[in-house]
C-alpha cells in the first residue's frame, strides 16, 4: 500500500518561508503517470490545490500561489518538498501531500487523489 508522511515545522513567522517534505513508501515517485501533489486546508474552509510535481520533474502551480511556490523532488530518498515562501497568517493550515492521477473524458481532465498523507498543521505566526 501507499503511504505518505509529511514533516516539517508546526510554526513558522511571517515573511518566512514554509519548507515541507512528503516522504512516500510503497511507490516510486518516478512511476510514470503518477503526479505528487500538495493541498491544504486553512481552519474552517475548504481544500486548496497548490501545486503538484510529476513523475518526470515536471512542476505546475495553482495561479493564486505559483509567485511564491516551489515543489522539488529527492529521487533517491523517494520524497518531495513544498517551499512557500513569505507566508502570512493566512497560510496557517493542514497541509497535505497525496497521488494524483488524470483522464481525459469529453475533453476535459478528472484528476484523482487516490493516496493521501494525514496532513501536517502548520501555524503562521510570530
Known amino acids: 500500500q501507499v503511504q505518505l508522511q509529511e514533516s516539517g515545522p508546526g510554526l513558522v513567522k511571517p515573511s518566512q518561508t514554509l519548507s515541507l517534505t512528503c516522504t512516500v513508501s510503497?511507490?516510486?515517485?518516478?512511476?510514470?503517470?503518477?503526479?505528487w501533489s500538495w493541498i491544504r486546508q486553512p481552519p474552517g474552509k475548504g481544500l486548496e490545490w497548490m501545486g503538484a510535481?510529476?513523475?518526470?520533474?515536471?512542476?505546475y502551480y495553482s495561479p493564486s500561489l505559483k509567485s511564491r511556490t516551489s515543489l522539488s523532488r529527492d529521487t533517491s530518498k523517494n520524497h518531495f518538498t513544498l517551499q512557500l515562501s513569505s507566508v502570512t497568517p493566512e497560510d496557517t493550515a493542514v497541509y497535505y501531500c497525496a497521488r494524483d492521477y488524470y483522464y481525459v473524458s469529453d475533453s476535459k481532465y478528472h484528476w484523482f487523489f487516490d493516496y493521501w498523507g494525514q496532513g501536517t498543521r502548520v501555524t503562521v505566526s510570530s
Open positions: 510503497g511507490a516510486s515517485i518516478t512511476t510514470n503517470l503518477y503526479y
Open positions: 510535481i510529476s513523475y518526470s520533474g515536471s512542476t
